[in-house]
């Protein structure tokens, strides 16, 4: 079975990697608000565990760029040489003044880029302009 990120019942779940706690809380509670399931994890390599599993259906990952283990770069790139994740928008998260990430991020096939501290709104409105699109 090769389940297509955007078929099933999973539609809106969609994957949040960052490494700091109160950040994964706000990501959460926003998009849960916003009737979106979220599944969360702290670093990189957890990221690319969940999305190596074809079991596993996600509308979107929202992950941030500085985290141990693997960063968010790698989960781009590791997302790249994933057949089954071929068209999954990838959303990134970063601190100010990391320009030349925000460039490879891009380059990577990163949908969207948006710099903390970000607007809860402005985010949400990304993410649905992007998974409309993708209907
Ligand atoms: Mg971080």
């Not at 019942?9 to 990501?27: C, F, N, Y």
């Not at 770069?73 to 030349?100: F, N, S, Y």
């Not at 949908?111 to 970000?118: E, I, V």
Request: proline share 6%; aromatic share 2%; with cysteine.
């Amino acid at each position: 079975m090769n389940p297509s990120p955007r078929n099933g019942t999973s539609r809106r779940r969609i994957l949040v990697a960052d490494d700091e706690p109160h950040i994964r809380r706000v990501l959460e509670t926003l998009l849960e608000a916003s009737g979106f399931e979220a599944e969360t994890v702290c670093d990189g390599a957890e990221a690319l565990d969940r999305l190596r599993d074809p079991e596993r259906v996600y509308a979107l990952v929202l992950t941030d760029l500085m985290m141990p283990e693997r960063s968010g770069l790698e989960v781009l790139e590791g997302i790249g040489r994933m057949e089954h994740r071929r068209g999954l928008p990838v959303v990134v998260l970063t601190a100010k003044g990391q320009d030349a990430d925000r460039e490879r991020a891009l380059a990577l096939g990163a949908s969207d880029f948006l710099t903390k501290p970000f607007s809860p709104k402005k985010l949400l409105g990304r993410i649905l302009e992007i998974l409309d699109g993708a209907d």
